[in-house]
């Protein structure tokens, strides 16, 4: 597996990392704990070596699930979790925003005991809090570092005002963003003060909640638990205008001997060098197909082909729920 630095803050990871969420929560019922660990495990052995968890996914079965899967390799590993969500403890449910100062430090100490180790390696706001500044949190959170708990600052979802004003406090290693083929935002203007500042870039989503693979179309039967279901990008109307960009993808992948998931990510990486993409899979042989695609170059003329087909596609649907959306800063 290729190693690739978030921006100039020296943090080095794998090319590829693995998204741990929906081992947990948000696609249907849990994975079983063993068959989770397995897969968490079996990443490490095929060279992951970057993981990304979050308290409020469960909220808190996913980094208790992380920290028992990782603790026999932690030094071998970069763990990244997140703060910045009220959980209430009648309902265990997320319930808000919440990154006042005397939160995060919480948040951080119940982190660190649920995934065994002794220090964060990335420590992200999970949401951008517009009832704190976030002078405020970045300071916390250089406190934290500075304590020995915490090992670099990021955010995600923040825009670049936030981005701007949160640096100048406590330098930001790495933004987390949803960022894919068929979401390309980031492009205008989150990516060129990425450059100029130094911050890596980590990609949620790469595909397109799994649509970029291949693995739903317009018929699939979504679990009632699935959050996808309420997104209207995944309405059966939009998946059928959205199916040709998949269509797309899979013609280069045929060309090339690869899948269409594997395409979608080295697009990716060809993006930036300090762009690194977290995929989540509950499947061991979906987790060998993500990761094969670190080893996938694409041309130029393969970079132009995707650029000319994918923009004469009008990409169907909002990402998000209105009610998630409020969460997105700008």
């Known amino acids: 597996m290729h190693k690739r630095k978030l921006g100039r803050s020296g943090l080095e990871v794998s090319a590829i990392g693995l998204g741990c969420m929906g081992l947990s929560s948000g696609y249907g019922p849990a994975t079983e704990k063993s068959a989770a660990i397995a897969l968490i495990r079996g990443a490490v052995e095929r060279g992951v070596t970057f993981f990304?968890?979050?308290?409020?996914?469960g909220p808190y079965a996913?980094?208790?699930?992380?920290?028992?899967?990782l603790a026999p390799v932690r030094d071998r590993v970069v763990i990244a979790t997140k703060f910045g969500f009220k959980i209430d403890p009648a309902t265990g449910k997320e319930n808000g925003l919440d990154s006042r100062p005397d939160h995060i430090r919480d948040v951080a100490d119940a982190s660190l005991k649920r995934l065994r180790t002794d220090v964060i390696d990335l420590f992200y706001q999970h949401r951008v809090d517009p009832a704190v500044p976030i002078e405020d949190v970045a300071g916390t959170v250089r406190e934290l570092i500075?304590?020995?708990?915490?090992?670099?600052?990021?955010?995600?979802?923040?825009?670049?005002?936030?981005?701007?004003?949160?640096?100048a406090v406590q330098p930001v290693a790495a933004l987390q963003s949803e960022y894919s083929i068929w979401w390309r935002e980031p492009e205008a203007e989150i990516l060129p003060v990425l450059e100029e500042l130094g911050i890596g870039f980590v990609p949620f989503s790469p595909l397109g909640r799994g649509f970029l693979a291949g693995a739903i179309d317009q018929h699939t039967k979504l679990d009632p638990g699935d959050f996808r279901r309420l997104v209207p990008r995944f309405s059966e109307e939009a998946r059928k205008a959205n199916q040709a960009l998949v269509d797309v993808l899979g013609g280069l992948a045929a060309a090339r001997g690869a899948t269409k998931?594997?395409?979608?990510l080295?697009?990716?990486l060809a993006r930036k060098?300090?762009?690194v993409p977290i995929p989540g899979t509950t499947k061991l042989?979906?987790?060998?197909?993500?990761?094969?695609a670190a080893g996938l170059e694409l041309t130029a003329d393969d970079l132009r082909e995707i650029e000319a087909a994918a923009g004469k596609i009008a990409i169907q649907g909002a990402r998000y729920t209105e009610r998630l959306q409020t969460f997105v800063d700008r």
């Not at 990304?52 to 996914?57: H, I, L, M, N, S």
């Not at 996913?62 to 899967?69: H, I, R």
């Not at 998931?261 to 979608?264: G, R, T, W």
């Open 52 to 57: 990304d968890t979050a308290e409020v996914y």
């Open 62 to 69: 996913n980094e208790a699930l992380v920290g028992e899967a």
């Open 146 to 167: 500075k304590a020995g708990k915490v090992r670099h600052f990021g955010l995600s979802e923040a825009g670049v005002k936030t981005i701007r004003r949160a640096h």
């Open 261 to 264: 998931a594997q395409i979608a």
């Open 266 to 268: 080295a697009w990716l």
């Open 273 to 275: 060098p300090w762009i």
């Open 285 to 292: 042989h979906r987790l060998e197909e993500n990761l094969g």
